[in-house]
């Protein structure tokens, strides 16, 4: 029978209680399986903290429903949908311009040290770009101070340091830096998927009900990172966004003409169609529509 990784569990309360800030910790609560892991992590811990999810307005019904029976997560609302925000924005969301991501996914937390389920072991980017506390802003200021105190440290594509070490170097750099920049505590980043199933086993947390429907990953439904493959059964699954989406990029077409964008599609089932089939990564969706013959 599988058993809970112990020392990974002492590790991650010791990571948590290391860097705990006088005001409490900002735990970011998805509905996957890994913000259920560092939910019960902290718990454990005895650290101050407060689960939040921030509603993106395309989280399957079955996510919305698992995070609303949770009754130590707070639930936060956007000022504008992701329907409203495509209008807006005058263009669908894409993986060069994910906008969503920081309006919807990322907001809220600011000031505070943020705790993450973030992983290496679900992409080379975050095996690259993450480690066990990311500081993220004022490059400049941060790095003579991780260097008059001898902090051991990495550099991120986007001018953030990586730290890997819970020293009293890297606690100070973290106290120097939460109050002014973005932080974010990644307890669990050095755990494998049987590390993270095998503890919610043993703590009997069955987590978000799609992992037992075939999901993999949990995520906003339509999500460009995910490739057409998955957008497109996704959609077949909810019907419903999918009819979301087009009307939202219907009024996308009619504000991008009143201001005075190319607007080459006649209508938003043509985006929508185009968007899935495409999914334009490489350059911005005015280059697409300027260049498109």
């Known amino acids: 029978m599988l058993r809970v990784n112990l020392e990974l569990e002492r590790k991650a309360i010791e990571r948590l209680k290391a860097f705990e800030p006088e005001d409490g910790y900002y735990l970011c609560y998805s509905g996957g399986k890994d913000s259920d892991v560092i939910k019960i992590l902290a718990h454990l811990a005895g650290v101050k903290f407060e689960a939040v999810h921030n509603l993106t307005t395309v989280d399957a019904p079955e996510t919305v429903n698992y995070i609303r029976s949770q009754s130590d997560v707070r639930i936060d609302y956007p000022e504008l949908s992701m329907w409203r925000l495509i209008e807006k924005k005058l263009m669908p969301p894409t993986r060069l311009m994910r906008y969503c991501c920081s309006e919807l996914k990322e907001r809220g937390g600011k000031g505070k040290v943020k705790i993450t389920g973030v992983r290496w072991d679900e992409s080379n980017n975050r095996k690259e770009n993450r480690g066990l506390v990311n500081i993220i802003g004022k490059p400049k200021t941060m790095l003579r ?10 550099l991120t594509k986007q001018n953030g340091l ?108 043509e985006v929508f169609y185009f968007w899935i089939q495409e999914n334009p990564n490489q350059i911005t969706f005015d280059e697409l529509l300027n260049n498109r013959s």
């Open 145 to 154: 101070f991780a260097d008059e105190n001898n902090v051991n440290y990495g």
């Open 162 to 269: 990586i730290l890997n070490y819970d020293d009293d170097a890297s606690r100070r750099m973290v106290e120097h830096c939460y109050r002014t920049t973005s932080t974010m505590v990644n307890p669990i980043i050095d755990w494998k998927d049987d590390d993270v199933w095998q503890f919610l086993r043993h703590y009997d947390c069955r987590s978000n009900p799609l992992y037992y429907c075939g999901f993999c990953r949990i995520g906003c439904i339509g999500c460009p990172l995910s490739g057409s493959k998955r957008m497109k059964i996704e959609f077949e699954l909810y019907p419903k966004y999918k009819e979301n989406y087009i009307r939202a990029f219907d009024r996308m077409l009619i504000a991008r003409e009143k201001a005075g964008k190319p607007t080459q599609w006649q209508s938003g089932e």
